[in-house]
């Protein structure tokens, strides 16, 4: 939240989107069918709205 008010500030009028990665961005152990490294949460959280577009 932090992070997302700090740009917000700076941002002004402009659009802009902060995504909080923090505990969802990468895995140290596989789990499940996801491997061990980069989760791609994000990609996965935006690709069907920007595909909308």
Known sequence: MTGGLFIGFFAGHVPWL??????T???WNERGTE???GTGA????????????
């Open 18 to 23: 902060h995504l909080d990665t923090g505990g």
């Open 25 to 27: 961005a990468w895995l």
């Open 35 to 37: 491997p061990k490294g």
């Open 42 to 53: 994000m990609v996965r959280t935006l690709a069907p709205w920007l595909c909308k577009s």
